[in-house]
């Protein structure tokens, strides 16, 4: 059974209201966190791409991307659950995982479905819930992999329209 609805939460992936690129977070992460991620990444056979700005290198260890300096070159991991779907995971803070994903790339009950299961990989691997808020409005979360119910629910009313 699918853990959400498309027609129930299409409004929280639509492109002209929530942003293209809402912002997903694991908070209170670690460094220990971020590895376990990198870990699945590599279990589930997901393709991906790590860079530290243009150049194309070997998935690091957690703990040495983490530790490079505040003035390095942006590093992040493109991890594509299926070749139509892209999460960009951004190496900024040891204490929240941070990426993105298209909300383009999302629409339709099948692409919802594939996303929930993403996240609810996340999810299971961490013990931690994983959040979605519109783009450029943090801290308010829409839906998101909640631990204790072990799937993804809304967090949020969706607009009256």
Do not use: N, T
């Not at 939460?9 to 220990?32: E, I, N, T, Y």
């Not at 659950?81 to 909300?103: C, Q, S």
């Amino acid at each position: 059974m699918a853990d959400l609805l498309w027609d129930d939460v299409r409004c929280f992936f639509d492109p002209d209201l929530m942003g293209a690129l809402p912002d997903l977070r694991v908070p209170d992460a670690s460094v220990k966190d971020w590895q376990a991620v990198l870990d699945l990444v590599g279990a589930r056979g997901w393709q991906c791409r790590y860079s530290e700005g243009e150049a194309v290198l070997p998935v690091p260890r957690a703990e040495s991307v983490l530790s490079r300096p505040a003035d390095a070159e942006c590093a992040d991991l493109r991890v594509w659950p299926i070749a139509e779907v892209l999460a960009i995971f951004r190496f900024k803070d040891d204490e929240v995982i941070d990426f993105d994903v298209d909300l383009r790339e999302l629409q339709g009950q099948e692409r919802l479905d594939v996303f929930c299961g993403f996240l609810r990989e996340i999810g299971r691997c961490l013990g931690k819930p994983v959040l979605m808020d519109p783009e450029g409005d943090y801290g308010h979360p829409v839906l998101g992999f909640d631990v204790e119910a072990d799937r993804v629910v809304l967090l949020a009313e969706p607009p009256a329209m």
